[in-house]
């Protein structure tokens, strides 16, 4: 499997109000998955709404992959700095870098890969 954007997270310092203005504007619905996260439904892509206080800054594209070790040693000698370890999440295992250009993304693998 080739590395792909497959998702995309939007920070939100009020979720709330995020999930509803997303649900109302475009008729996207909204899982739950307790007070700080929404997933999206009906998007066009999966993504979600990050209300954490541990959340990035801008909306953050995700990649996905099947070898995360593998992906993590590309990107740092690729120029990538890791900004979020590896950590454990609802849907797999992933980690945070910045590009060189400044943008923040996330590389993951699925839980069921």
Known sequence: MAERI???EFPSGTIGQSSAFFES????GMVSYGPEY???DGAGLDGGIDGSPDRVA???AVIRTDD????????IAAGG??????FDFPGGRRF???EPGGNEL???VSREE
């Open 6 to 8: 497959d998702y995309i």
């Open 25 to 28: 504007a475009f008729g996207w």
């Open 38 to 40: 929404q997933a999206l």
């Open 58 to 60: 801008a909306t953050m």
């Open 68 to 75: 995360l070790d593998d992906a993590e040693r590309r990107v």
């Open 81 to 86: 700095v890791i900004t979020r370890p590896q």
């Open 96 to 98: 945070h870098f910045r």
């Open 106 to 108: 996330a590389v993951y």
